[in-house]
Structure formats: C-alpha cells, structure tokens
C-alpha cells in the first residue's frame, strides 16, 4: 500500500514542560528568535529529527490563570473553552549540555497566540510547552532534496540543510514578504537558495509556483520537504506530484497554517484537508 504524502505528526508527550524565555532577538522584521531554558527541559529529547517540534500553551483571554498554572488542574476544573490554546513551534536548534531551546516565531499581526506572544515576551517570563514530536530528517539515500516554505518553515529548513550531506544536489525556495525577510542559511556549498518575493495581495504559494515553472529539477529519487500556508503546499505538492510526475513516497508535506484561520479552525478541518489532498491526481 503506498505511503500516505501527507504527514500527521506524532503526538508528543502531554505532560507540559516549564521553560523560561532566557533571550529574545529580532531576527527579521517578521521573525523573533527565543531562547527557553529552565529545568523543565531536562530530559527533553530533540536530536533525531531536524523538523522537532514543541506546543506552547497559551491562556486564552479571560483566562482565570496565568502561564504558570497547573494544567493538569485547569483541564480538571474549568470548561474546555478555558483550557490552553496550543501552538506549534519548530526546535530551531536544541543544546542539551546547555538546556537551551531556540525558536523562532512568525510576528504576522495582532492576532492569534502565538505571533502576539512572540512580540511582547521578555525574559524571564515563564511558558509552557508540550514535546518535542518530529519525523523528518534528510534522507541520506534520497538522489537530491527540494526544501520549500514560508517564513514559518525557516526554521527547520534551516535546522535541515546542514544535515545534507555534501554534493547531494538541493534546492531551497523560500517565499517571504520581502528582502528584510532573509535569513543566512547554514546550507552545504552545493545548495541553489532560493529567496522569493511574495506581492501584495497574492495569494500564498504563487511565487513559489512561478520559480518552480522554470526549476529544472534534478535527476533521481527527490526528497520533497514542503510545509507552509496550506493552500499553498497543496497547489505546489499537485503541480511536483502530479503535474511534474515526481515519485510520491518519501516525502515530508504538510500544511503549518491556513490563510484566515486561527490553529483551532486549521486543526479542525485538516483531517478533511489531508484526505482530498491524497485525493488530488488520484
Ligand atoms: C509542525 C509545525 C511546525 C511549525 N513551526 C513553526 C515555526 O517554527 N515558527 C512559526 O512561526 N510557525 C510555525 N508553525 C506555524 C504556526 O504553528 C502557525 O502559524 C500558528 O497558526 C501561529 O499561531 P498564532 O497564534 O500566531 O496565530 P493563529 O491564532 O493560529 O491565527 C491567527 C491568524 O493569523 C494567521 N496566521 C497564522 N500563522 C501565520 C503565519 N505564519 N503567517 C501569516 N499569517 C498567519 C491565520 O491565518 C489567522 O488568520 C508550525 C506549524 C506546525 C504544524
């Protein structure tokens, strides 16, 4: 039976972990680095994989509790519409002999959880967070690798591409809104990255539609890593599955978000999502 191309994440571990925001750094004008520590890391385990990924818990408004609160016992005493909100995050890099967890968060409004949360923490400030969970790390057997995301997938793009070994051809398209929006990536030599311009008012994904167009893809058995705005992951996954004919197994695919969704509406209907994108080609 094939392998399904779209991934459900492992479910990480539920007791939540007490971290402490150590540093914050504003990387790009849409991206804010975290440094977490505190010995509610101890014994977290987020070396196998290059996609880890940690859930934040947040208080949603009103809340009778802070960021502190003892979860277990919010989920025991008060309605569910009180309970934690969750938002997902990438390991951008873990060193264990330190305890330092480093991510990086999107800043892309006022709203949400996650992206507000990112803007307005300090040290010191104290969260809570669910994992790590990961599947994917490069595939030393795959021919070549085609990396493809927003800037909510830099993060593992870039905790990915140096466990590319080098000589082995990759590409790395990167749609963001602008040229603040570049990171350095620590890419082996061989790697073409590519930084793509998203217009005004376009749709998500269209640029990294247009690059492809003209992308001469490798020969051999690719290893696709596509995560990003899921209108966009399943408008590129047909065009390289479907339209390009690429093998469809071995894959990491996914939607990370959805355009004018918050992550409770994205999370309730991704199951559906997940079905008519294996559909697609079908
Ligand atoms: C496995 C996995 C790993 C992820 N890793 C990262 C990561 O390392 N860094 C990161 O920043 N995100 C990452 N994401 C995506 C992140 O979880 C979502 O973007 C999440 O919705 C952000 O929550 P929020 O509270 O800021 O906004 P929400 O309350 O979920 O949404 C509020 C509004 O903002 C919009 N929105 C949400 N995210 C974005 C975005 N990135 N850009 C533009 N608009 C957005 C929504 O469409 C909605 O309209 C990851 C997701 C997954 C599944």
């Known amino acids: 039976m094939p392998q399904p191309t779209i991934e459900t994440p492992t479910r990480p571990v539920r007791r939540p972990r007490r971290a402490t925001v150590l540093e914050r750094e504003q990387l790009t004008p849409h ?68 305890a330092r967890l480093t991510l990086d968060v999107v800043v892309h409004g006022d709203v949400g959880f996650g992206g507000p949360w990112a803007s307005a923490v300090r040290p010191g400030d104290v969260i809570q967070l669910l994992g790590p969970g990961g599947s994917y790390a490069p595939d030393p057997a795959a021919d070549w690798h085609l990396l493809i ?33 570049e990171l350095p990536l620590d890419a082996p030599p061989q790697a073409d990255v590519r930084w793509l311009r998203r217009a005004a008012g376009e749709p998500h994904g269209a640029a990294l539609l247009r690059e492809l ?36 197994e071995g894959h990491s695919i996914s939607g990370y978000w959805k355009h004018r969704r918050d992550d409770e509406a994205w999370r309730a209907e991704k199951a559906e999502w997940n079905r008519q994108v294996e559909a697609d080609g079908a």
């Not at 790395?172 to 809104?177: D, S, T």
């Open 31 to 98: 991206l804010i680095r975290l440094v977490l520590g505190g010995e509610g890391l101890e014994g977290f385990a987020a070396e196998e994989f290059s996609d880890h990924y940690v859930k934040l818990l947040f208080p949603p408004a009103g809340a009778p509790y802070g960021p502190d609160a003892d979860v277990e016992e919010v989920r025991a005493t008060l309605p569910r519409e009180q309970w934690p909100r969750t938002r997902t995050y990438t390991v951008r890099a873990w060193d264990p002999a330190a």
């Open 149 to 181: 995301g927003d800037p909510s997938v830099v993060p593992a793009i870039a905790a990915s591409l140096p466990r590319i070994p080098d000589g082995v051809p990759v590409v790395v398209l990167i749609e963001a809104e602008g040229p603040d929006d």
């Open 213 to 248: 167009a003209s992308l001469e893809l490798p020969a051999g058995r690719p290893q696709l890593f596509l995560h990003g705005e899921a209108g966009a992951v399943r408008a590129i996954r047909r065009e390289l599955l479907i339209e390009r004919g690429l093998p469809r």
